[in-house]
């Protein structure tokens, strides 16, 4: 497949859609409707997931295996804002980053068998990266596709909940299993219909997350 052209100088990225927010954070997002700037909070609740992880996530009793989801979920209130802050490029990485390491200290803490969570990791990483290549190619993938991925705080919250019931290796496999599958499959089918040298020109959407604009 030829290379898609680059973007026109008058286009950018909308950092939003690189978060990777699932429903729950949208909503947060909506409901201050953009007011809340991305970086403190972020950051504010990476902090008290870094202290939780210190404190050992495998220690964590019952229910309270969600508060390291929870804390991050400050970020899901400012999903909503245009990201436009001279360090608002920062969120994605560190949420993403953030996502590993909770995926990786909670299994390999808690005796999930290591490629489960090898998998489950690896099918996270790759779906964050088809979702940077396609964008920066000029073909996003869709909101559908996004949605069904669930989002970092979906995944957390799903891997959470496998541990309060005791089935964290099943949850990992379970979840590493559908994404692989969903990966594979909308992106062959993604770029297998994206006409070769698509161009840019993608129509603005200001709603954060998901269904946040590239352009």
């Given at each position: 497949?030829?290379?898609?052209?680059?973007?026109?100088?008058?286009?950018?990225?909308?950092?939003?859609?690189?978060?990777?927010?699932?429903?729950?954070?949208?909503?947060?997002?909506?409901?201050?409707?953009?007011?809340?700037?991305?970086?403190?909070?972020?950051?504010?609740?990476?902090?008290?997931?870094?202290?939780?992880?210190?404190?050992?996530?495998?220690?964590?009793?019952?229910?309270?295996?969600f508060a390291p989801a929870a804390a991050l979920l400050l970020s899901g209130v400012a999903s909503g804002h245009p990201h436009d802050g001279r360090f608002d490029w920062m969120v994605?990485?560190?949420?993403?980053?953030?996502?590993?390491?909770?995926?990786?200290?909670?299994?390999?803490?808690?005796?999930?068998?290591?490629?489960?969570?090898?998998?489950?990791?690896?099918?996270?990483?790759?779906?964050?990266?088809?979702?940077?290549?396609?964008?920066?190619?000029?073909?996003?993938?869709?909101?559908?596709?996004?949605?069904?991925?669930?989002?970092?705080?979906?995944?957390?919250?799903?891997?959470?909940?496998?541990?309060?019931?005791?089935?964290?290796?099943?949850?990992?496999?379970?979840?590493?299993?559908?994404?692989?599958?969903?990966?594979?499959?909308?992106?062959?089918?993604?770029?297998?219909?994206?006409?070769?040298?698509?161009?840019?020109?993608?129509?603005?959407i200001e709603d954060g997350g998901a269904n946040a604009s590239v352009t």
């Amino acid at each position: 497949m030829a290379d898609s052209p680059p973007p026109s100088e008058n286009q950018r990225l909308d950092l939003r859609f690189l978060r990777d927010d699932g429903h729950l954070s949208d909503s947060l997002g909506r409901l201050v409707a953009g007011a809340v700037p991305p970086l403190l909070p972020t950051m504010t609740g990476t902090l008290v997931l870094a202290v939780l992880m210190v404190a050992g996530l495998a220690q964590l009793p019952g229910i309270t295996l969600f508060a390291p989801a929870a804390a991050l979920l400050l970020s899901g209130v400012a999903s909503g804002h245009p990201h436009d802050g001279r360090f608002d490029w920062m969120v994605p990485p560190v949420l993403r980053a953030t996502e590993y390491l909770y995926l990786l200290a909670l299994g390999l803490g808690s005796g999930v068998p290591g490629p489960l969570v090898f998998v489950l990791l690896a099918a996270v990483v790759l779906h964050h990266g088809d979702v940077a290549h396609r964008v920066r190619c000029g073909a996003p993938k869709p909101v559908w596709a996004m949605r069904a991925m669930f989002g970092w705080d979906g995944r957390m919250l799903l891997i959470a909940a496998s541990g309060v019931l005791g089935w964290l290796p099943f949850g990992y496999g379970l979840l590493a299993g559908y994404l692989g599958v969903l990966l594979v499959w909308e992106s062959a089918t993604g770029w297998l219909a994206t006409p070769v040298g698509t161009g840019t020109d993608v129509p603005r959407i200001e709603d954060g997350g998901a269904n946040a604009s590239v352009t």
